[in-house]
């Protein structure tokens, strides 16, 4: 049977893991912060109006008859971007948006591509848990 001591031993070290494990969580969040232009916020809202979303995924949430267009930025360029809204295709409808409005599309699609990647395959994963994008 422990003394009294040592299960005081026992709660304070657990106490000082749990606050040091903590702090070293909050102070090294993988999150970087990138700043949002008038622009890419003005093409979250048309995202948002004609419900990309419905047949769109961005970290794979949302519809799935088109695809996850988190990183399509990178991946495509923005000409093949705005060609593709300017024209649509048999599947994608043409929504005959103006110039203004590709251009913020394009912008908010390379806002969201530079927050991370939305593929898990591409994860580098840690002994810790944690992961590395
Ligand atoms: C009715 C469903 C639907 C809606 C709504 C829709 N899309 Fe699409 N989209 C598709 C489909 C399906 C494809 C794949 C088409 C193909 O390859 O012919 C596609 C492809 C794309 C691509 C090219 C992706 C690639 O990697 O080739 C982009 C960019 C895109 N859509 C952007 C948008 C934006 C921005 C909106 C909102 C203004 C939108 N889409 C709304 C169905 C939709």
């Not at 070290?13 to 090294?28: A, G, K």
């Amino acid at each position: 049977m422990p003394s009294d001591k040592q299960k005081i031993t026992v709660a304070v070290l657990l106490l000082v893991s749990f606050l040091s494990y903590s702090f070293y969580i909050y102070t090294s969040l993988p999150v970087k912060e990138s700043p949002v232009s008038n622009k890419a916020s003005e093409g979250k809202q048309l995202w948002q109006q004609y419900n990309c979303n419905a047949c769109h995924q961005v970290y794979g949430l949302g519809g799935y008859l088109g695809p996850d267009l988190t990183n399509v930025y990178s991946k495509r360029g923005a000409n093949y971007i705005s060609s593709f809204l300017k024209s649509g295709t048999a599947i994608m409808p043409n929504f005959h948006l103006s110039d203004s409005e590709i251009e913020s599309l394009t912008a908010y699609l390379q806002n969201i591509d530079s927050s991370g990647k939305a593929d898990p395959r591409t994860f580098k994963i840690h002994f810790d848990g944690t992961i590395e994008q």
